[in-house]
């Protein structure tokens, strides 16, 4: 267990839907990144947060939007969805921003858009 | 191409053998992760290098950052090492993104 937790486990949703995805980090760390991993794409970065503040973007969608909150836990808000959108989604998180963290990845979330 | 490669894309092991996969990278980077992922989905950070070698128990991880090279290898495999084993590296630079490789699919048989 790494500390990471993930809500939901399993999110079945239809096209042009909205859904919320929740990570909370491991207890101190500060940042929180979050990962897509489709079949065809593979593990891709999307965006990180530190300590409340969006610090690296990846390559994530204009329809995608994330935050982090005061108390850490971040949400990623996936919207009009599309079939490609099914993949699935990881939040890690880690102690500062440096570099060299270890990054502790949660369970992931498995979206199908339908 | 791909800015992180990893060889082989699939490997099949005796429980027992040494095994190594391979990483290159063609950029710049402060760090290279290994990482492990089972079929059930769930990530494992298994190394973080920026330069040497590391082990933990039976896994090795070895870097060359001159080559841009990384190898992880297991030693006297087993069936529960049977997982994917994905590369990640951060590139040096303003961002902190990790940029991952395709991943090894490794296969230990009894």
């Known amino acids: 267990d790494s500390g990471v937790t993930q809500t939901p486990k399993h999110l079945i949703t239809a096209t042009g839907q909205r859904v919320t995805l929740r990570c909370s980090p491991r207890s101190g760390d500060l940042s929180v990144y979050w990962y897509q991993q489709s079949l065809d794409q593979g593990l891709q970065f999307l965006i990180q947060?530190?300590?409340?503040?969006?610090?690296a973007k990846g390559n994530i969608l204009e329809r995608f939007s994330a935050q982090q909150f005061p108390d850490l836990h971040s949400e990623l808000n996936l919207s009009s969805l599309e079939l490609g959108d099914s993949a699935l989604y990881f939040c890690a998180s880690s102690e500062t921003d440096f570099s060299t963290d270890t990054q502790y990845f949660g369970p992931g979330t498995r979206l199908t858009v339908l | 191409k791909n800015e992180v490669e990893q060889s082989p894309q699939n490997l099949t092991a005796q429980e027992g053998e040494f095994i190594t996969i391979n990483c290159s990278y063609s950029v710049g980077i402060s760090a290279l992760h290994w990482l492990q992922q089972h079929p059930g989905g769930g990530i494992v950070s298994l190394f973080m290098l920026s330069s040497g070698k590391k082990k933990h128990g039976r896994l090795i991880a070895t870097i060359n950052i001159q080559e841009k090279h990384s190898s992880l290898h297991i030693t006297a495999s087993h069936p529960r090492d049977s997982a994917v084993y994905i590369c990640?590296?951060?590139?040096?630079?303003?961002?902190?993104?990790?940029?991952f490789g395709t991943g090894t699919l490794l296969a230990v048989q009894p």
């Open positions: 990640a590296v951060k590139r040096r630079g303003a961002t902190n993104k990790l940029i």
């Open positions: 947060y530190y300590n409340g503040e969006e610090r």
